[in-house]
């Protein structure tokens, strides 16, 4: 291709002025930090560089963009740019004056050995750089260049363009603020030799549909070996450039690497975060450090309190006796961790229903110490909420116990639970003859409203492990396999999320907004306390402290894959609540997918399928209303195939559940042995003073994950707010499998998970194997310890 001519051509014999540049500092070495004062001047200076071959229209577009923008905004964030195609430009003191270096068109572009010395040097002094489409392909044998733009186009990329939707998932980057959450645009999409997630970090990345490519960055940056490095795979057209979004886009990126504006860019770098286990193995038969891991809540003082279920060691016997009065018996425990010097206690043993080991659903059973919440003013009033079957409580003979939620009070002088001080507020009954799904999760909003998750109570056989909606099994008349008798009953409170609001005398009273009033149809036939209805065992729910909306999750059923004649495949699930609702299970799952009716005389036998618009519940185990409400979507599902699958409808509405039709909406999910653990929606603390601290940039980002670490989830996702309570998708997903580390040496089994107030995140991890607790079992901590965004104030060029 023949020499194009220059956009501002400048003379190989051009000498720059420095415009008040300094040196580099003192004791600035590589991948130290930046220099005390930077490159350039308040009068910013861009330097564009370009290939001498590049295409002269697209070259054209982009500098008359970058000129154009230069002249935008305040005065203060003013830039002029001068463009050239000559390499002698590229000299050490001459670099000095410009506050950022673009490439630009620069596919192929070779400075020599001490031109490229210049730009390492101005880097080094802390300069930054811009990366522009193909400016990826410039200096192509140079591994430190590589290092600067982050990552090489593969030889299969895409030369053409294409529309495709662009996730922008840094609503706080200066390149990125504004932006659309999900931006549709044509380009020309790079893929990737190496994908650099975890070394750089990601601003945007572009929407992929399989599961192989789903992690897709197309613009990253960070602070690179003492300067500040940006790059954007978009920008491949002449159009982009008259976009205002890619402008924007643009704009943002040239003001950070031009020193007049700061950004945080290390904030999903992977080693900018630790995770320290922080309880060490119990001593041999003691419950010192932690007991069968079930849940936690972290005090106003940062300290972490933390239950365990009933499990003991796998080498202990068990109860599985019904004759024998200490069936079942178990130590629900109760331990303390403080920060302040770093010390564990125990500091409660209650005696619970739920350590029958393993086995099949007539033996094992999960009920025991399930949940945790102190009370929104524990600072003053020392109490603490607990979700628990007393073992007391438990009639052998009809086999039924009593799921409580007490409140207890905490003795700081003795560091212990005072048990003496219990006052139950709540009760109802749940079947023991079989397994399974107690829930657990408890939370309060800023309005001191209590949620509890509860589980359907219900086992899990009896219906091929689609819609546990068997109305034959049954223990002396109560029903163990029809999940329309819990969930599915407005008359019950198992396979629910209630809400009630503590009073200080031990009662509770019912806030507005609940899905029922108690008084339905003349009263008896619906309970006041049900705020969600339609869940299978949510054990983690969250309330957003910012919206008060409430974000749970709930593991399904354990049918392998779609059928025909029954409905779709295990979905584990997760939803964004915004106000009281039906959730569907055992009607309906996913985005609507119903399951078919089955019922006596015959159960083997499928009926209609049911109707998410307006199910019935005709189940003879039903003692609630038989109109129920419409079936609200959830956000996300999965099934062992993938992430939420979908399916052709037929004219009713029905899907096909044929597996090769398929298709997954969410590709980034990956199904199998699952099990959801809901998390945290992160909120940022900018007064706290903290060194530990998550940073802005998971701000609003909700926190989703699953108790195994092969290939299920364990993201931070991005919510549309205009969409999320009715059942929208993220748009966006960061994988945080290397932050909290999986797999071997790490948290294997994530039980639970929370935020403390000085901005690091505390993890259970289970342990191995079901029913007892291990010496993997454990406590967490994971801190970030990445710097301050950058430049620092005292260096910016417009200060």
Same mark, same amino acid.
């Given at each position: 291709m023949g020499r194009k001519p220059q956009i501002v051509a400048l003379a190989a014999t051009l000498s720059i002025a420095l415009l008040g540049a300094s040196p580099a500092a003192s004791g600035n070495e590589e991948g130290t930090g930046q220099s005390a004062?930077?490159?350039?001047?308040?009068?910013?200076?861009?330097?564009?560089?370009?290939?001498?071959?590049?295409?002269?229209?697209?070259?054209?577009?982009?500098? *008359?963009? +970058? &000129?154009? +923008?230069?002249?935008?905004?305040?005065?203060?964030?003013?830039?002029?740019?001068?463009?050239?195609?000559?390499?002698?430009v590229f000299e050490p003191e001459g670099l000095l004056a410009y506050n950022a270096v673009v490439f630009l068109s620069a596919d192929g572009a070779v400075?020599?050995?001490?031109?490229?010395?210049?730009?390492?040097?101005?880097?080094?002094?802390?300069?930054?750089?811009?990366?522009?489409?193909?400016?990826?392909?410039?200096?192509?044998?140079?591994?430190?260049?590589?290092?600067? +733009?982050?990552?090489?186009?593969?030889?299969?990329?895409?030369? !053409?363009?294409?529309?495709?939707?662009?996730?922008?998932?840094?609503?706080?980057?200066?390149?990125?603020?504004?932006?659309?959450?999900?931006?549709?645009?044509?380009?020309?999409?790079?893929?990737?030799?190496? /994908?650099?997630?975890?070394? $750089?970090?990601?601003?945007?990345?572009?929407?992929?549909?399989?599961?192989?490519?789903?992690?897709?960055?197309?613009?990253?940056?960070?602070?690179?070996?003492?300067?500040?490095?940006?790059?954007?795979?978009?920008?491949?057209?002449?159009e982009s450039f008259a976009e205002d979004e890619f402008r924007a886009h643009l704009r943002g990126a040239l003001l950070w690497t031009s020193a007049l504006t700061r950004a945080d860019c290390q904030a999903t770098i992977t080693d900018n975060y630790v995770a320290e286990r922080i309880t060490e193995p119990n001593q041999p038969g003691e419950l010192d450090q932690i007991g069968e891991p079930h849940g936690l809540d972290i005090a106003d003082d940062g300290r972490v309190f933390y239950i365990g279920r009933a499990g003991g060691w796998a080498d202990q016997p068990?109860?599985?006796?019904?004759?024998?009065?200490?069936?079942?018996?178990? &130590?629900?425990?109760?331990?303390? #961790?403080? %920060?302040?010097?770093?010390?564990?206690?125990?500091?409660? /043993?209650?005696?619970?229903?739920?350590?029958?080991?393993?086995?099949? !659903?007539?033996?094992?059973?999960?009920?025991?110490?399930?949940?945790?919440?102190?009370?929104?003013?524990?600072?003053?009033?020392?109490? =603490? #909420?607990?979700?628990?079957?007393?073992?007391?409580? =438990?009639?052998?003979?009809?086999? =039924?116990?009593?799921?409580?939620?007490?409140?207890?009070?905490?003795?700081?002088?003795?560091?212990?639970?005072?048990?003496?001080?219990? $006052?139950?507020?709540?009760?109802?009954?749940? &079947?023991?003859?079989s397994c399974c799904h107690a829930g657990g999760g408890l939370d309060f909003d800023s309005q001191g409203n209590l949620y509890i998750a509860t589980g359907d109570n219900n086992s899990s056989g009896f219906s091929d492990g689609y819609s546990g909606n068997n109305p034959e099994p049954n223990y002396q008349g109560v029903s163990f396999a029809d999940a329309r008798r819990t969930s599915g009953n407005t008359n019950n409170l198992n396979g629910k999320i209630l809400r009630i609001h503590p009073e200080p005398d031990g009662t509770y009273t019912i806030p507005e907004g609940n899905l029922f009033t108690g008084e339905e149809e003349g009263g008896g036939k619906t309970r006041a306390e049900i705020y969600v209805m339609g869940v299978r065992n949510p054990a983690r729910i969250a309330i957003d402290p910012a919206t008060d909306w409430l974000y749970a999750g709930w593991v399904g059923p354990d049918a392998g894959e779609p059928s025909t004649t029954w409905g779709p495949a295990k979905y584990d699930t997760f939803a964004v609540i915004t106000e009281a609702g039906n959730?569907?299970?055992?009607?309906?799952?996913?985005?609507?997918?119903?399951y078919r009716d089955r019922n006596l005389p015959d159960p083997s036998q499928p009926l209609d399928w049911y109707d998410c618009d307006a199910p019935?519940?005709?189940? %003879?185990?039903?003692?609630?209303?038989?109109?129920?409400?419409?079936?609200?979507?959830?956000?996300?599902?999965?099934?062992?195939?993938?992430?939420?699958?979908? #399916?052709?409808?037929? *004219?009713?509405?029905? %899907?096909?559940?044929?597996?090769?039709?398929?298709?997954?909406?969410?590709?980034?999910?990956?199904?199998?042995?699952?099990?959801?653990? /809901?998390g945290p929606v992160y909120r940022y603390d900018e007064a706290a003073e903290s060194d530990v601290a998550w940073p802005a940039y998971w701000d609003g980002k909700w926190f989703?994950?699953?108790?195994?670490?092969?290939?299920?989830?364990?993201?931070?996702?991005?919510?549309?707010?205009?969409?999320?309570?009715?059942?929208?998708?993220?748009?966006?997903?960061?994988?945080?499998? !290397?932050?909290?580390?999986?797999?071997?040496?790490?948290?294997?089994?994530?039980?639970?998970?929370?935020?403390?107030?000085?901005?690091?995140?505390?993890?259970?991890? #289970?342990?191995?194997?079901?029913? /007892?607790?291990?010496?993997?079992?454990?406590?967490?901590?994971?801190?970030?310890?990445?710097?301050?965004?950058? %430049?620092?104030?005292?260096q910016l060029a417009n200060q």
């Open positions: 004062v930077l490159p350039g001047a308040a009068d910013a200076q861009v330097l564009v560089f370009h290939a001498a071959d590049a295409p002269t229209d697209r070259t054209q577009a982009a500098v *008359e963009a +970058i &000129q154009a +923008i230069g002249a935008e905004g305040p005065t203060e964030e003013q830039f002029d740019v001068q463009a050239t195609d000559d390499p002698a400075l020599d050995a001490d031109q490229e010395a210049a730009l390492q040097g101005y880097v080094q002094a802390g300069g930054g750089f811009l990366g522009v489409h193909d400016a990826a392909s410039a200096q192509p044998d140079s591994s430190w260049f590589t290092g600067l +733009i982050g990552a090489r186009p593969d030889d299969g990329s895409p030369t !053409e363009a294409e529309q495709a939707v662009v996730e922008v998932g840094d609503q706080l980057n200066p390149a990125t603020a504004g932006l659309p959450l999900e931006w549709e645009r044509t380009d020309v999409w790079f893929d990737w030799e190496d /994908n650099p997630s975890g070394q $750089v970090h990601t601003v945007a990345r572009v929407r992929e549909d399989t599961p192989e490519n789903w992690d897709h960055p197309i613009s990253w940056c960070r602070d690179y070996d003492g300067g500040r490095s940006f790059y954007t795979g978009m920008g491949g057209t002449v068990v109860v599985t006796d019904w004759e024998d009065p200490n069936i079942g018996l178990g &130590q629900g425990t109760l331990h303390v #961790y403080d %920060p302040a010097d770093d010390s564990v206690t125990l500091a409660a /043993n209650l005696e619970v229903f739920g350590n029958k080991g393993g086995g099949d !659903e007539l033996t094992k059973t999960e009920e025991g110490l399930l949940g945790i919440a102190l009370d929104p003013a524990f600072a003053e009033n020392a109490y =603490i #909420y607990l979700y628990w079957m007393p073992h007391e409580t =438990i009639d052998r003979e009809a086999r =039924i116990g009593e799921r409580r939620i007490s409140r207890f009070t905490f003795d700081e002088a003795s560091g212990t639970l005072d048990l003496a001080s219990e $006052v139950p507020m709540l009760s109802w009954d749940a &079947q023991i003859h959730r569907g299970w055992p009607y309906c799952m996913g985005n609507n997918q119903p019935r519940n005709e189940s %003879p185990h039903n003692d609630g209303l038989v109109e129920l409400p419409p079936v609200t979507p959830n956000n996300i599902w999965y099934s062992p195939q993938g992430g939420a699958p979908d #399916y052709p409808r037929d *004219e009713n509405g029905i %899907p096909s559940y044929v597996a090769d039709e398929q298709s997954f909406l969410l590709p980034w999910l990956r199904g199998g042995g699952q099990a959801t653990m /809901n989703v994950g699953d108790h195994y670490d092969a290939e299920q989830p364990r993201h931070a996702v991005v919510m549309d707010p205009e969409n999320a309570g009715s059942g929208g998708l993220p748009v966006h997903a960061e994988s945080l499998d !290397e932050i909290i580390p999986a797999g071997d040496g790490g948290i294997r089994n994530l039980m639970d998970w929370k935020f403390a107030p000085d901005g690091s995140l505390y993890v259970l991890d #289970y342990g191995r194997g079901f029913f /007892n607790l291990t010496e993997e079992s454990a406590l967490w901590r994971v801190t970030y310890t990445g710097g301050p965004a950058t %430049p620092l104030p005292e």
